[in-house]
């Protein structure tokens, strides 16, 4: 994927994301990254947000944006932040590259009154046509990576999810899907989201 693409995918996140965050919330991003999303939140939404990231250079973007940010690694947990903390949780782009999903989750709905999870599909039809087709591990336009080089220890689909979620007693609340650019979210588009969908975004709370 170029930077320009990636840029645009990820800028398509950020849109959605900051319309689904009401006004003057509570936020904590896990795997925050450089803090963009915190930063476009705090600007737009006048969102009181912290953010929790490994990459060292990317701490320092974020205090150099003026971000209040952690350093930590999310597969130790959110020992630290009391029940209910915040208003929101945001785990986008990140519940595919931990090592205990199922556990950052239930941390994510302890300490926020909601969740918001974004992650690629795996479902999608170009990533089934890939490795029905050349045998190989599929690269595509938002999997541009080879084997030995993702960052992506688990494959998990919009369907996946779903059924993840009805196993831990989560109530989805809001289903988004990014299909060819653009997000949709309509009773007819959610059948087939599991095909077509490239990226899912999903809004959650305990039941």
Known sequence: MS???LDKYLHADRDL???LVPEEAVVLDLGCGDGTLLAEL???KNVRGRGIDLNENNIIRCIDRGLSVCQANLDQGLGDYPDESYDYVILNQTLQVINNPI???REMLRVGKYGIVGFPNFGHWLVRAKLLLSGRMPKTSILPFEWYDTPNIHSLSIRDFRDFCQREHIEIVREEYLICCSWMSTQIVRPFANFFALNGMFVIKKQ
Do not use: E, G
């Open 3 to 5: 930077p320009a693409q």
């Open 42 to 44: 705090a600007d737009n």
């Open 103 to 105: 556990m950052i989750v």
């Open 17 to 19: 994301i900051t319309k």
